[in-house]
């Protein structure tokens, strides 16, 4: 049942799954919540290690979510099956209507709209997963905050430092890598707590 | 040909960290540049086509290189053989991450109770967060965001965290709104 379950939940979440990685992630915590396949803290613990290893994030956390919640590799099999054959089917047919598509419907109104609307939504689905992930297990004390406040701060430099010094853009881009930021992080914790 | 097909994305799926977004510039490079199997134009073709279908972008970029490639193959009558190239390319793509995520979940779940392993992630949790939320910025510009059309990330982020809406309905919602409000548009315009 469970493995049923499983299959139809990423199988929605790669069929709604708009706007790649990030924006998934606010589906997967819903399936996942509603569920009960794992607890919030588990689920950011995933999101680490989905950051820090290969590969596109909502594979990551498909594959993970299939095996910690049947406890066996037939269960992560199931789900990252599931997750990628949304894709398969859409991609087959919009590679078929490639050439039609992108002549009739560029500057169709309907299509445009529709598309811009989505890429909005997408920024929304993004900012729920962050908020919904700051919970008191995570952000147990101000030393939390702390780490926080400087990996967004880092994140979000390159926007704030201009481009015509190109050292010092190069040095700020570099330090802004998120592997780079969860790997300090690591450090930080294992030394703090 | 298939085996090239299959070994060109394994690559782009071992060595990407990130995600989808992280892995376009290396698939350009072994696609574009090296294997020449689409030109400049058809890739930003490509990219705006797995962009507009839900789903992993990595994934759907895979499926047009198959397809494109097995279209252009001498083989290119042969249905099969223009199946057996795109699932070359998806299973590349997929298979370094399927493996590693699946050997650190048989792993992690020993580990996990060590304090030294608590210890780290309990830093590392904050920052996860940090790193979802810092890209929004760059993203919105992208976007072209203005302050009234901010109001629809706005209130889909506050529908699903406050009222614990599904991301899916929101989803459906929008786009039928969105069309909904398009045809009012067109009917005032004649």
């Known amino acids: 049942m469970i493995y049923v379950q499983l299959f139809l939940s990423f199988f929605k979440i790669g069929l709604f799954g708009f706007g790649g990685g990030l924006a998934i992630l606010s589906l997967i915590q819903h399936e ?3 569920y009960g396949w794992m607890t919030q803290k588990e689920f950011v613990d995933i999101v680490a290690i989905s950051q820090v290893t290969p590969g596109p994030i909502g ?5 993970y979510v299939g095996y910690t919640a049947t406890n066996s590799i037939l269960g992560s099999v199931i789900s990252s099956i599931a997750v990628v054959l949304p894709s398969l089917i859409i991609m087959f047919v919009l590679c078929r209507l490639y050439f039609l598509m992108q002549k009739r419907y560029q500057n169709n109104v309907y299509y445009v709209n529709t598309l811009r ?3 909005f939504l997408v920024l929304g689905l993004i900012g729920a997963a962050a908020l919904s992930l700051m919970t008191k297990e995570s952000f147990f004390d101000w030393s939390s905050w702390v780490i926080f406040g400087i990996v967004f701060v880092l994140g979000i430099l390159p926007q704030l430092v201009s481009k015509n010094c190109v050292r010092t853009h190069k040095f700020i881009t570099w ?3 998120p592997i780079l930021l969860i790997l300090m992080a690591g450090v930080a914790g294992y030394l703090l707590y | 040909m298939l085996f090239q097909l299959f070994w060109t994305y394994l690559k782009v799926g071992t060595f990407t960290l990130g995600g989808g977004y992280a892995m376009l510039p290396m698939i350009q490079h072994e696609v574009v540049n090296r294997r ?6 058809e890739f930003l073709n490509m990219i705006a086509l797995a962009q507009a279908a839900p789903g992993l972008i990595a994934v759907n970029s895979a499926f047009f290189i198959g397809w494109r490639v097995g279209q252009n193959s001498p083989h290119s009558q042969s249905k099969l053989f223009r199946i057996l190239c795109v699932l070359s390319t998806i299973l590349g793509a ?3 991450s399927f493996v590693i995520i699946l050997a650190i979940a048989i792993l992690f779940s020993d580990y996990k109770s060590l304090p030294a392993v608590e210890a780290i992630f309990k830093g590392v949790r904050p920052a996860v967060v940090a790193l979802i939320a810092s890209p929004l910025f760059r993203m919105a510009k992208v976007a072209g965001l203005s302050y009234l059309s901010a109001l629809i990330p706005i209130a889909g982020a506050l529908a699903i965290w406050l009222l614990g809406w ?3 309905w929101l989803i459906l919602l929008l786009i039928v709104s969105v069309i909904g409000y398009t045809w009012l548009a067109e009917r005032r315009h004649k």
Do not use: F, H, Q, Y
């Open chain 1, 59 to 63: 594979m990551n956390c498909a594959t």
């Open chain 2, 166 to 168: 599904s991301p899916v």
């Open chain 2, 94 to 96: 997929i298979l370094p």
């Open chain 1, 117 to 119: 609307g989505i890429r």
């Open chain 1, 175 to 177: 330090l802004s890598n």
């Open chain 2, 36 to 41: 020449k199997w689409i030109d400049e134009e």
């Open chain 1, 32 to 34: 996942v919540e509603r």
